[in-house]
């Protein structure tokens, strides 16, 4: 085993710790109980994220997880259809939540994670009583399972549009809108917009240890509040989280270019080694799909070995994210790296001859 070395850790945006910056802010954060409505940090933060996002209010609960299944407690009733995207992190990772917890079903529209307003209509079911019922429709931009690929903001409006037309509530999965308004040049609350409520999370490239955010009109988001209490998520001093959440926001949104280009440089490499395919035009974020020839389980244990942690997201595909934790070099290292475990997995070269003192 050779972890004596520094990792690199690309599996996700999630793995940043909170800068001394951020850990400063925190300690320094007035607090309340904010079950009683009084921590005046996490009062600025709903506030803060009601202004960005350019709605009404904005509750700060504990994950995306809960930003997105409140989201569909709060404009579904049980038995009702809810319908997303392929790949939808509703549907692939949050284990179920939106039939244990709101008793709905998902149907899928249009292929890859992304859809049209045809695509949306298609699936909608006819108005009979043994039709499940439709009442809300997602998107999630960035799309994860889709590697990071951006809604546009033109293509994103049409769905919500129709959804309207069609008499459903719309959700947009915010969690990376982050990094969606970056790679666009669109500001968050213009992608925001078209839908009626948005989950955004302060966890992931903006690099904050905990927390998210359901925003919407003042009525739900009073209701998301009631939702919150009843599945165990209300806490007391959360100040001190909405703190290092506040600090993300205003410092580490602009800086997400840099976590952009670090993926496209990865994804440049990987896309000249032998036994990986990398789809440049794919790569509009901070995450990086790569397929290689090898099993990617086995080529992701090989590079621990090495040093570098990557994610496999399919069984010959691994997904790199990029974030505030990865410096450029690390990322020339990182895919020195991967591709010399990819080289030793196909021509089966065991870690255990691999040379640490290569890194
Ligand atoms: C698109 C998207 N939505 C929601 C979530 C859930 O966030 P959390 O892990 O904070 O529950 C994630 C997590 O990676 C995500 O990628």
């Known amino acids: 085993m050779l972890h004596c070395l520094p990792m690199i850790d690309l599996r996700s945006d999630t793995v940043t710790r909170p800068t001394p910056a951020m850990r400063e802010a925190m300690m320094r954060a007035v607090v309340g109980d904010d079950v009683l409505g009084d921590d005046p940090t996490v009062i600025a ?11 009404e209010a904005a509750l700060f609960v504990s994950s995306g997880t809960m930003g997105n299944q409140i989201a569909i407690a709060v404009q579904t009733r049980p038995g009702d259809d809810v319908i997303m995207g392929e790949g939808a992190h509703a549907i692939f990772y949050e284990s179920a939540a939106a039939a244990a917890l709101s008793g709905v079903q998902f149907s899928v529209a249009g292929r890859g994670g992304f859809y049209t307003p045809d695509e949306l209509e298609a699936v909608v079911h006819p108005p009979v009583a043994w039709a499940p019922r439709t ?11 889709a590697g990071g690929r951006v809604w546009s903001p033109a293509a994103a ?31 968050v609350e213009t992608l925001c917009a078209p839908f009626d409520t948005v989950s ?49 926001l205003s410092h580490h949104r602009a800086r997400l270019a840099e976590d952009h280009a670090h993926a496209r440089a990865l994804a440049e490499r990987m896309a000249t080694v032998e036994g990986a395919r990398v789809d440049l035009a794919s790569v509009e974020t901070n995450l990086v799909s790569i397929d290689v020839v090898p099993p990617a389980a ?23 994210a990029t974030h505030l934790d990865v410096s450029y070099e690390q990322i020339e290292t990182a895919a020195e790296l991967l591709a010399r475990a990819l080289h030793e997995v196909m021509n089966g070269t065991t870690s255990a001859k691999a040379d640490a003192t290569t890194r």
């Open 298 to 320: 086995d080529v992701a244990r090989q590079a621990r070995d090495l040093g570098l942690l990557i994610g496999a997201s399919g069984r010959h595909r691994l997904r790199a």
């Open 45 to 55: 933060l709903e506030q803060e994220v009601a202004r960005v996002t350019g709605k």
């Open 135 to 145: 009442s809300l429709v997602a998107i999630e931009n960035t799309h994860n399972r």
């Open 157 to 187: 409006r049409a769905v919500a549009d129709r959804a309207r037309a069609l008499g459903f509530a719309s959700h947009l999965d915010g969690a990376r809108i982050w990094n969606a308004s970056v790679a666009c040049g669109v500001d």
């Open 200 to 248: 955004v999370c302060f966890s992931k490239g903006l690099g904050a240890p905990v927390g998210s955010a359901f925003c919407g009109p003042r009525e739900l988001v009073s209701e998301a509040r009631r939702v919150r209490k009843r599945w165990g998520g209300a806490m007391r001093q959360v100040g001190i989280l909405a703190a290092g959440a506040l600090h993300a």
